[in-house]
């Protein structure tokens, strides 16, 4: 099964930048579209991005134009450029499959926490 491991989060004023990386144990990007979801303590998880296989990106509104998802397929990572961070983007931020061409594919990475603060 595909392991995923993110890195990269940790405390940031606001306005301040930071980039999340999610490494996969397998060549998983050709076959799963893949997403950066994000849960703030106590509230529900949502999506923030998701890179499809052929590499479009969708943004969730309130992080479009500051957010950018990408990846390198060679070296088997995704990464979260985020820019322009507020309080609201305070949460646990996880890298996942999200569907993929065998859906007994499914895997999340333990989550990267990032804290933002006046």
């Known amino acids: 099964q595909v392991q995923l491991e993110e890195s990269g989060g940790g405390s940031v004023e606001i306005g301040g930048s930071l980039k999340l990386s999610c490494v996969a144990s397998?060549?998983?990007?050709?076959?799963?579209?893949m997403g950066w979801y994000r849960q703030p303590l106590g509230k529900p998880h949502f999506v923030v991005s998701t890179?499809?296989?052929?590499?479009?990106?969708d943004y969730a509104a309130s992080v479009k134009g500051r957010f950018t998802l990408s990846r390198d397929n060679d070296k088997k990572t995704m990464y979260l450029q985020m820019n322009d961070l507020k309080s609201d983007d305070t949460a646990v931020y996880y890298c996942?499959?999200?569907?993929?061409?065998?859906?007994?594919?499914?895997?999340r990475g333990p989550g990267t926490q990032v804290t933002v603060s006046s």
């Open positions: 890179i499809r296989i052929d590499g479009t990106t």
């Open positions: 996942s499959t999200r569907r993929c061409l065998n859906p007994n594919i499914n895997a």
């Open positions: 397998t060549d998983i990007f050709d076959v799963c579209d």
